[in-house]
């Protein structure tokens, strides 16, 4: 049921000012918190790499190494890791992927794979949801996607997506091991997959790309990365003098906006998918998440009011509760398969 900050639809009265702040900060500091500072990367792996992953293709599998258990009151972690399945060949510094895990002490049967938004490095972020979660009776299961946190191979301050060539050797790789992940998951639990932002549209590729019944809540999220990067405040970042000017807009747009979504079939279980998204975001355009929502038609969409940041900063409990309506409304035979 609808709260006091929620509501129907996408009515704003503008970019949240908090978004604002951030836009200002970008336009200021653009040189430091620049994308793709180091221009288009490898041309032939742009070229080489498929724009999308299907259904259809093979899920490889993979093997979980899992450390010892540590047990807290009320939830227990586990850490563990297993080798990228990536079909490209990933930096070395990359292929280790390091697992955890938190659920509540007494068990359950659902664990949702918590994908990473922009910069989000490690897993302390996501912790805060996934113990949101384990209160809600859902595991929650975290890895660092090539590039990212563990598997990072540039040093801190650095951007750690340097090129065009290593955001989509980032995606297809936090895809395909995504999907083997949830594989894995499923031998013993219901799965599902949920992420904000960047993790929520990459949660959404991935569910769009297993044949079987994922539990699917994506927040803050595009169809794809293209209108993100190209008409909302994150367009002000991108170093356009290192992809050989502003005139480079037309082909980036091309190359991002092919991953999408909207070109992947329609599954059965998108029918009990959530969405959240705020009314006010000035990172992701409001027709961007309703074009997910038409595609996946019975899909709820809940829109809260607030921008990009506050949404998940002071709106993490209906988060964690859209992941948990996404294990029902599947349960319940509105995406079953």
């Known amino acids: 049921m609808a709260g006091p900050n929620r509501i129907r639809g996408p009515q ?8 604002r702040l951030a836009a200002i900060a970008i336009r200021v500091d653009g040189r ?47 850490r563990g890791s297993f080798t990228s399945p990536s079909s490209f060949d ?7 992927v390091p697992l955890e895990m938190i659920e509540p002490a007494a068990g ?3 664990v949702v794979v918590l994908m990473p938004a922009w910069n989000d490095h490690g897993f302390e972020t996501r912790r805060k949801m996934a113990h949101l979660l384990v209160a809600r009776g859902v595991a929650a299961a975290m890895f660092d996607i090539p590039f990212y946190g563990a598997r990072r191979i540039v040093p801190q301050p650095a951007q750690a997506i340097r090129t065009v ?8 790789g936090a895809i395909q091991e ?10 013993e639990r219901r799965v599902g997959v949920s992420g904000y932002s960047m993790g929520g549209n990459v949660a959404a590729l991935v569910s769009a790309t297993v044949p079987f019944s994922v539990a699917t809540s994506v927040h803050a999220a595009s169809y794809s990365p293209g209108p993100v990067y190209l008409d909302g405040i994150l367009s002000r970042a991108i170093r356009w003098e290192a992809l050989g ?16 979504v909207l070109a992947l ?53 209906a988060l964690a509760d859209a992941i948990v309506r996404a294990f029902e409304r599947t349960e319940a035979g509105a995406g079953s398969s």
């Open 12 to 19: 704003s009265s503008g970019m949240h000012a908090i978004d």
């Open 245 to 260: 000017g502003k005139e480079a807009s037309a082909e980036l747009r091309e190359r991002l906006s092919a991953v999408s």
């Open 265 to 317: 079939p329609v599954l059965d279980h998108h029918r009990a998918a959530t969405m959240v998204s705020a009314t006010r975001d000035g990172f992701v355009p409001s027709w961007a998440s309703e074009a997910l929502h038409r595609h996946w038609p019975g899909c709820e969409l809940e829109w809260i009011e607030a921008g990009h940041a506050t949404l998940i900063n002071r709106h993490a409990e």
């Open 178 to 187: 995504a999907r083997a992940l949830l594989a894995a998951l499923r031998a």
């Open 32 to 78: 430091r918190l620049g994308i793709f500072p180091d221009g288009w990367g490898d041309r032939g792996l742009l070229d080489a790499t498929p724009p999308l992953i299907g259904p259809d293709d093979p899920i490889p599998e993979i093997e979980i190494v899992w450390g010892r258990k540590e047990e807290n009151r009320g939830y227990r972690v586990r």
């Open 108 to 110: 359950t049967n659902r």
């Open 165 to 172: 060539s290593d955001f989509m050797l980032m995606g297809t």
């Open 90 to 96: 990933l930096p070395i510094e990359t292929r280790a």
